[in-house]
């Protein structure tokens, strides 16, 4: 019993031993692309309580301020222009919203503490809403991201019920990927879907599932396509390590976006970085910073019409402006 109890210690050790040079290596092998340049930067405590969700619509930066049941907007160069909002249940107001998503001239807003969806005009004015707190059809636990796919159904990431929930566009309950407050890792099971994001022709819809540490890919039906993410769809033993660096592997992912060309952004998190994919998964670079423009927690992505990128760091409460400059 005593050999069997030091053979398996020792392979225990060995195993964890294995994992820590490979997390070595990887933070070594670690690159972040120098053709992607930080440009501005603006925001900082004084500006924000805790920013998230960032959309960019007609050229101008909005920002959700959790904390302050906010939406702020800015110019491109990070001027602020005017902001609506407060704090309440009521038609109009918000209880720390997380997302939105512009949609024909309107403003959707995932309203986390709400347990809803609100229709806005893009100047704050309410329109409409749906959804209500639970677990059932039509119910909603924290929805933290919401997208449109090519049938004009209304995708949403359904937070803390584990699940996606699509409705269409008149607000009607349709189907739930994923079942309520089943956790899992199976392609048909979620653990915190955060963000959510449709393919540039409108077939497939990519959900950030965050806790798996995934994207995991449906059609515009809700049929399960594919995923990508790693090391095997889960990082189960890298949170020992929490940094692991390698092309294509996620760490407390905690953000999507798609530009024009069908590139898709991944706020990597820990990994302190942002990766970029094309529609089917394939990695095709990452960049970043050091020093005190490092990201922390990386919030909202968005790419304006010049192919600016905007990030939102949550840990220093800035928005930071990129743009790809190999000739710089």
Request: glycine share 12%.
């Amino acid at each position: 019993m005593k050999k069997i109890i030091s053979v398996s210690l020792g392979v225990i050790l060995i195993f964890f031993v294995m994992l820590g040079l490979m997390s070595a290596y990887a933070h070594l092998t670690k690159k972040l692309d120098p053709d992607y340049k930080l440009v501005t930067t603006w925001g900082g405590p004084d500006e924000f309580a805790y920013p998230a969700g960032l959309k960019i619509f007609k050229n101008e930066v909005y920002v959700v301020d959790v904390n302050a049941h906010k939406i702020k907007i800015y110019d491109l160069e990070g001027n602020f222009l005017r902001g609506f909002g407060e704090e309440g249940e009521a038609h109009g107001q918000f209880k720390r919203p997380w997302n939105i998503y512009f949609h024909n001239d309107e403003l959707y807003v995932a309203a986390y503490e709400n347990d809803r969806i609100d229709v806005l005009s893009p100047d704050g004015t309410f329109k409409r809403s749906f959804g209500e707190y639970g677990t059932g059809d039509g119910q909603m636990e924290g929805p933290t991201a919401l997208t449109i796919d090519g049938k004009g159904n209304i995708v949403i990431a359904d937070f803390y019920n584990h699940r996606v929930v699509r409705h269409a566009a008149d607000g009607t309950f349709l189907s739930a990927l994923g079942v309520a407050d089943d956790v899992g890792a199976a392609d048909d099971r979620f653990n915190y879907p955060l963000d959510i994001i449709t393919g540039r022709d409108g077939r497939f819809v990519y959900v950030l599932d965050s806790g798996n540490e995934r994207i995991k890919i449906y059609d515009s039906d809700g049929n399960y396509v594919f995923k990508w993410g790693g090391p095997f769809g889960k990082n189960i033993f890298i949170t020992f390590f929490e940094w692991f660096p390698f092309e294509g592997w996620f760490s407390d992912p905690k953000s999507l976006a798609i530009d024009g060309e069908g590139r898709i952004y991944v706020g990597d998190a820990s990994n302190k970085r942002v990766q970029i994919f094309n529609e089917s998964g394939t990695f095709i670079t990452s960049f970043g910073d050091t020093g005190e423009n490092e990201f922390g927690t990386i919030g909202g992505i968005d790419i304006a019409d010049d192919g600016s990128i905007f990030v939102v760091n949550q840990t220093t409460r800035m928005i930071q402006k990129w743009q790809y400059k190999p000739d710089a």
